[in-house]
């Protein structure tokens, strides 16, 4: 949780981007930078020293944080995508057999095998186990756009109960996979896949408080992507171990931990305001104090 | 006739950097720094191999202070290799990848996770080791008995042309080629071939000696090469003249990103190399899909 947070203040320029594209026109380019970010998560291979090659592209793509070149992206189906669809339609066979097999090579083997794919097309994926989990991560949140744009419950809610469900929403995503997904979390902390994690988990926190209808864009929205990024890592943990029917246990934990939050925030401005009253009352005591001392 | 000598002339005279590959296509090809005709290449290839057999891995030793092997072992990792795979390996004459590969499958660590399914898969792995030198193949056959590996089934040594393979469409899970593709006469035609017998789902990876551009490590690595490398194949082979080729086909060969472009030309997707010591050795590899 820490660590989540103080990332998230250190990489903020990439938010500002994300955010500020999405502000501007929400839903039609937050679609494309989606959709982008999950084939430049799969896509974003090179570290320094690898070159990629591509024939009728003139530009490699870069990161998903560009919502201006989202133009170039849009339009016709280029040689370049082909591959990466099947990639894609590899992770998607491998993601049945998880269960089984952990989120390992393995498990993308057998995919592959069932996909009618030489296996061989596991040794493309820059960082193998990395890339299933990213693109299962990528795709839950593709599931909980959807939910969002087509449910209206949304809108009877309150703040803080419409963050709660939200979170219960995309953690339920994860219900399936719960056996193994301490191995994806271990997965997502490799000093090689935080930086994507980090990423993934950003977008989806700015998400969910888009949903829950976030006007902020001073300090508050740091704060406010800190928090819910923090109740979301903690209620993810403590699902883990939850043994009660349907994970019961996760979701009052969740409800308190939102409700803190919240209280959270009015105690801090109460504080505020407090301090400056105490303020304002100290410094007229002061100012005469020190005039007197001065008078003689 | 006089025309085309002519023209000859004049392409001797340009630097050997302005060569691209295209120009390969006429009749002539290049066997280091010489121009030759093309029936003529294989054929002084061929004895260059039959000369350096025996000596092949004693000199890549020393010409590499070891590090051929930390090449290969990159290689074969990012070729990830899985029990029951089909594997070609082209110009691998003395085994070095095709052990590797092997091993890789094999390896304690892979056994621990295995459940019984594995292990009949296991038994279908088959690794080709094809190279056009027979003296390369059996100096590879006797390493292979002296690792104790002499009756693994899983090992086929074959006599054979990268130009022309005999192998069937579809019918590789892998195809790496290792410092073997700067030898060959035409590079399209065996990447046309590598393309035709690899699967869908397949990854074609060349390992190959590069281009340096970085500005004072390519002089030094040029006086490496052209001073200290055929004075030991002199020393150590009893051979310059094959260490003299050596050297002047690495220069010959195109650079990263115009081979890239030729491994794309023959239908591979998802092209890209990785450059090792700063470009001295570099590993393409391409998907077909």
Redesign the interface.
Known sequence: MYRTAANRLLHHASLIKISAGSHLRRLPILGTVITSSRFSTTAD??TS?????H?SDSSTSSSSSSTAGDDSRHGSKN??A??EE?QAR?LQASLRHVIKFGWS??AM?TG?KEV?????????FPR?EAALVEFFMDDCLQRLIHRIDSGEELQQLIPSQRISKLVRVRLEMQAPHISKWPQALSIQAHPMNVPTSFKQRAMLVNEIWHAAGDEASDIDWYVKRTFLGGIYSTTEIYMLTDRSPEFRDTWLFLDDRVKDAFDLKKTIQEATYLAEAVGAGMGSSLQGFVGKVFQR | MALRLLTRNLRNRISPNLCSASLLHSHATSFGFKEVREEEKSQMVGKVFSNVASNYDLMNDFMSAGLHRLWKDRLVS???P?PG?KHLDVAGGTGDVAFRILESINSIRRRA?QDPINDDLQEETRIYVCDINQNMLNVGKNRALERGLGEDKSLVWVQGDAEALSFEDNSM??YTIAFGIRNVTHIEKVLTEAYRV??????FLSLELSHVEIPVFKELYDLYSFSVIPRLGEVVAGDRESYQYLVESIRRFPP??KF??M???AGF????????VGGVVAIH?G?K?
């Open positions: 291979l090179q020293p690898n070159q990629t090659f024939p040689p370049r082909e591959y099947e590899v090579e393995e083997i592959a009618g794919v030489s296996p061989s097309i596991v040794g493309s193998k | 990012k070729l990830s899985f795979m996770l899970d892998g690899l699967k869908r789902g397949g990854r990263q990103e890239a472009s491994i794309a030309d997707q998802k092209v890209e190399y990785e450059n090792l590899s998907l899909i």
